[in-house]
Every structure is written in C-alpha cells, then in structure tokens.
C-alpha cells in the first residue's frame, strides 16, 4: 500500500514569514540605530552636501561657529558705507583651529588693515573667516564660485596650506578615532561597490561614510602621498582667478607653511623624529610656492617669517599640534601677509598699527574697605 505524503500545515509557512519579518525588522532598527548614533557622533553641526557637488560639508543651518567658518543659507551681511570687506577661504589653519576666532591670522592682519585704512581716512576695513576645518582646494574653489558672489567682497585672499595638494578624504570628529569619508571622488583602492555607489551611499548614510573612512585611513596609512596632485592647487587657482576677474576684484594668496618648519633642524623633533615627514612638508610647500609663481597669483611667502623669528615652532596652549599654530604663530602669519594685503587695499606700505595697551590700576585692600566699617 502506498502512502501519500501528508501536507504541511500552511501555519508553518505563516511562521517563517512571521520570524523572517521579524528578523527583518530587528535588522532594520538596528541599523537605524547605529545610524542615528553615528550621526549622533558626527558631531550634529557639519552637514554633507551633494549639490553643488564640489562643497562637500558645511555647518548645517544656524549652527555656525560665531565668527568664522561657511554656514549654508546664511543670508549676506549689507554692506555698511565707506567699509571695504575682505573674505579669506581655506583650510584649518585659516579658519584658526585651537585658537580663539579673533586671534586666527585673518582677524589679527583684519585689524590691523582697519587702523590703518582708518587713520589714513580711507574707511573701515572688515572681513569674514570663511575658512573650513577640513576643507582642501576643490571645496574652496567651489565655496568662492557658488557662495561668494552676494557677499560683495572688496578682497579674495585664500589662505593655502600644504595638505591643499592632497583631496581631503577624511574627517574625524571629537573622538579622533573614527574617520568619516567626505571626499566627491573614492580611490580605486578604496572602492568597495561598483558603479559610483559608495559615494552616492556616502551622501546619504553615516554608516557607509565610516565604512568608507576606516578603508581609506589604511590607504593613506601605507602611502601618505598616494593623492599628492599639484593640479589640484593649479586648479582651484584658475577658477578662483576667473571668478575674481569677473567680479572685478583683486585676488590674492598667503602661503602658510607648518609652522614647525620653522627650523629645519628642530623640526623632526614635531613629527616624533619623523625627519622624512619634514622633507615631504617642505617640498610640497615648495611646489606650493611655484605654482603661485607661474599662475602669477600674488601671494605672500610665510615660511621666512617664521624663520627669521630663531624659534622651532609655535604650538597651541593645550599640547603640541605640527599643523596647527597657536596665537603666537598666527600672529606671524599675520605679519607675513600684512604687506600684501597693504598693497591689494591701496594702502601705505608700515609696520602694523598696534592698539595702545590697556594699563589697569593696580589697587590695594585699602581700596576696598570692609563693609563693617564706614
């Protein structure tokens, strides 16, 4: 006798779909979990942009760093009369990065212009910081062509580093740990899915912006100048100089070497003995430094600043930092680049108008008297 086989219950169906929508669901809020929580960690106040796609972050709306940096859909300040207005673009080292606002290069060269132009009757002189922590030659370019034109500056100064050779690929938040991609190209070596999805998923989840960070440090780990391109410096030249020459203002350059290069013999010391980090930093400031040259920028030229000070770096307060000067190296900073601006103003060729010193009287215990006695 033959037997038919007995059919399955259509409940046992209904459960694997129920316990595959389940686990479906439970993947998906974790997911969404990590996301929001590397969004969370991303710090809230930088924002990734596709459009346009050369800007690849900027301070979300209204949560700008008061006085410096590019926030977007800020709305122009107007100009007040008889006032020249001078806009600086760059990187970290413009926008000032361990240092108060108003002790960035930018501001201290700013306030001096503004004495001067002031006592030679030739009117206020302001300006805004519009430099990013972060930001490499593509994006300043794209910052002065897309977000510039309603700001009415009298002076573009870009403010031109040594990584500005370099795409900035990464950015780490507080941690410091984990890096987050932001680049608008991903490397050959760093590409994971065919087609331009990482980077499309790159705009849009947090998650693939850390995956896509974690490859790429370990690039840029084995070969620190795997992206080394003086192109892209010449390029962001050209571009700012049309936008300039169709604004009918003048375009300048100031080039800001690592400060710890002021000098060369102490200067392994900053990069833990690394005396090979110090010959790279030279030779791109270098290349810098020539290409300025042949696009016949006028630039201003940091580095003899520094050195004519005998000193071997200018570290910030808090710890040592080979990128990042402190106030005393963004004064020099300043100093370097205050006769050119001189000259892009129309002003006389002197020394820096210093505002007088603050001279507090000192008082004694007697000046206070105790409130038990008359």
Same mark, same amino acid.
């Given at each position: 006798?033959?037997?038919? !086989?007995?059919?399955?219950?259509? #409940?046992?169906? #209904? ?19 990590? &996301? ?24 979300? !709306? ?19 009369? *008889? ?19 108003? &002790?960035?290069?930018? *501001?201290?060269?700013? *306030?001096? %212009? ?84 990482? =980077? ?23 070969? !620190? ?31 800001? !070497?690592? =400060?710890?290069? +002021? ?16 010959? %790279?930093? #030279? ?15 006028? =630039?201003?030229? +940091? ?24 106030? *005393? ?13 001189? =000259? ?7 020394? $820096?108008? &210093? $505002? ?14 105790? $409130?038990?006695?008359?």
């Amino acid at each position: 006798m033959v037997s038919t !086989p007995r059919a399955r219950p259509a #409940t046992s169906w #209904t459960r694997r779909l129920l316990a595959l929508a389940l686990g479906s669901a439970v993947a998906a809020a974790g997911l969404l979990a990590a &996301e929001w929580q590397i969004r969370k960690d991303e710090g809230g106040v930088t924002v990734f942009v596709a459009d346009p796609v050369g800007l690849k972050f900027a301070y979300a !709306p209204g949560q700008g760093e008061r006085g410096r940096g590019w926030e977007l859909q800020r709305p122009p300040v107007p100009k007040v009369k *008889d006032t020249r207005r001078v806009v600086f673009v760059g990187d970290s080292v413009t926008f000032g990065l361990k240092v108060r606002p108003f &002790e960035a290069w930018p *501001d201290v060269a700013t *306030d001096w %212009l503004n004495r001067q132009s002031q006592a030679e009757g030739q009117g206020r002189i302001e300006s805004y910081n519009f430099a990013m922590s972060g930001y490499d030659a593509e994006q300043s370019a794209t910052l002065v062509q897309t977000g510039l034109q309603d700001w009415a500056p009298d002076l573009l100064v870009w403010g031109v580093y040594v990584n500005d050779l370099q795409r900035t690929w990464l950015l780490y938040r507080e941690s410091k740990t984990w890096p987050l991609f932001v680049s608008t190209t991903v490397p050959a070596s760093v590409a994971f899915l065919p087609g331009g999805w990482d =980077h499309r998923l790159a705009l849009k989840s947090a998650i693939w912006r850390r995956f896509l960070g974690a490859r790429t440090a370990r690039v840029i780990e084995a070969n !620190p100048e795997f992206s080394d391109d003086i192109g892209l410096v010449r390029s962001a030249l050209q571009q700012m100089k049309a936008w300039a020459a169709n604004q009918g203002i003048p375009f300048a350059a100031v080039a800001l !070497p690592p =400060h710890v290069l +002021a000098d060369p013999a102490a200067c392994p010391d900053s990069y833990g003995g690394d005396a090979a980090r110090c010959d %790279l930093e #030279t030779r791109r400031y270098q290349q810098i430094l020539d290409e300025l040259s042949a696009q016949a920028v006028p =630039h201003a030229d +940091a580095l003899p600043t520094l050195r004519a000070t005998g000193q071997a770096a200018f570290q910030p307060r808090n710890g040592t930092d080979p990128d990042h000067p402190g106030p *005393d190296g963004h004064r020099l900073f300043a100093k370097a680049a205050y006769p050119l601006l001189q =000259h892009q103003l129309g002003l006389s060729e002197q020394a $820096p108008v &210093e $505002p007088p010193p603050v001279v507090r009287e000192r008082k004694s215990s007697r000046d206070y008297p105790r $409130p038990d006695k008359p």
